[in-house]
DNA sequence: CTAGGGTTAG
């Protein structure tokens, strides 16, 4: 089944390749074409994504001493920036004698495109210094809550260079910024011009915040809006259900779908695979319609589905049935998928030959998913050789020696663990820190690692060793292998209190009122010693306690959690 | 006058 369905996608390319390029043919061989030729040979190599075609195009353009004016230098901005050539791109504008907010708007979506958000949000503030000078001392500064100040003020603004910017925000994980922005759209009176494109974005930014009441709300807004029907924006709908631990919302929306996508399989697949429901996966996807071709991401879907679910043999017939029948579709994500897989289960050795065999370089989180694995197996020489690896990849992630020195620990080589701690003390510098928020009355609260400036940090701060007197009573044991740093076990216990996420549900459990649920979002991915804390308050504080980490969904009642301590 | 913003995974 999965053949004929790559043979069939590989026709449909070879058809796309041999279409014929009329607007281009028609181009006069030399000497100046006029404007409507040069538009559409250009609108075609756009639609195309025909970098081979569009570059010989412009070449005649300045051969012909033809100067494109402002419409039609941007599509050629546009050209080479949707065939991923941003140099190109940039050189065009760079060169224009006037440009616009079409022309900026272009090219700093394509930056975005091409996963350059560095250089989109630089020309973003570039941008808003050439759009005013009185403005400039505001754009001078890189910060982004300055540059959303001077966006806010800039005269030319309408849906769509909004829509990009919320879009941009969102791409840098700035999605309170993005949420803030499209709110300004609103106030301003805009919200007439709205339409899918602009929602598809906003409930983008939606999924990341976790945010069901905004998220419930915008669904509102759409419905009543009574916009025709939008693939992009069902699919977004489906994906921040899921985000916002509302399955069966996600489930509502993709079955109320008059026609579906490949995406739309992909966002209902993943969620479930998300909350950790890989028999629901399963089902799912055997009952994907042939006309629906799975693609590389319905894959890493289904195996991360059946990875998180614990459906270990279910998994590698998976991967191997892909391997026979549609290797074309692997990437290194899904090698990483299945070594993690190979490494849960204990079978290290398996997991590492297959690093030696895959098509691709092993990244520092296949490795690192690896180095977790020995850890947990208690595998000495695989320990020993992965984190050789991944010392010499990132010296400078604590996180790797602490696991190594635990590996050690485990098998009582002393002498060991106390020469890695000081190779950490050495190399190491800060890692990513950690974050927790959690929504109460649309308003946002969040908390960092051992927070110092909270507003409520001596109510919390009094309320967790309260709960930490009444969990230990219940049989709760810190894991101070948890903690990265090399101090005496008194100061272990006090930093795993300080976790951003114990903060956030001891938050949660002192604002809101008994019995009802808590639902927390976390950064990075839980630490055992978290997963601990919130299974144990689940049970004595009768709390439905929900966790999103970077990864999944923790749905955790009476002491136990819907992942099954498997993550 | 025309154009620019959008969905799953990472």
Redesign the pocket.
Known sequence: MLAARGLRRLAAAICLARRSSSAVAALPAAGAAR?HDY?AAVTEC?ERRALRVGRPVHARMVAAGYRPA??LA??LV?MYARCGALGDARNVLDGMPKR????W??MI?GY??N?RPAEALELFITMLRAGSALLDMYAKSENVQEARRVFDMLPAR???????II?GYTHLGLDEEALGLFRQLYNEGMQMQ?????F??LL?AL?GLASLDYGKQVHGLILRKELPF????Q??LI?MYSKCGKLLYSRRVFDNMPER????W??IL?GYGRHGLAREVAQLFRSMPEEVNP????L??VL?GYSHGGLVDEGLDMFDLIVKEQSTLLNI?HYGCVIDLLGRSGRLQKALNLIQKMPFEPTR?IWGSLLGACRVHVNIPVGELVARKLLDIEPENAGNYVILSNIYAAAGMWKDVFRVRKLMLKNTVIKEPGRSWMILDKVIHTFHSSERFHPRKEDINAKIKEIYIDIKAAGFIPDLSCVLHDVDDEQKERMLLGHSEKLAITFGLMSTPSGLPIQVMKNLRICVDCHNFAKVVSKVYGREISLRDR?RFHLITEGACTCGDYW
């Not at 616009?100 to 022309?103: I, T």
């Not at 309408?158 to 990009?164: E, G, L, R």
């Open positions: 404007f538009d756009i402002l419409y941007t599509r546009i616009n907010v079409v022309s708007t272009a979506s975005s495109q996963e309408d849906v769509v260079s909004y829509t990009a879009s709205c339409n899918q494109v602009t598809t974005t983008n999924s939008f693939m992009a924006l699919n977004s994906d996508s490949v995406v739309s992909n966002a993943m693609d590389s991401v319905t890493l879907a991360s994500e989180a990864n």
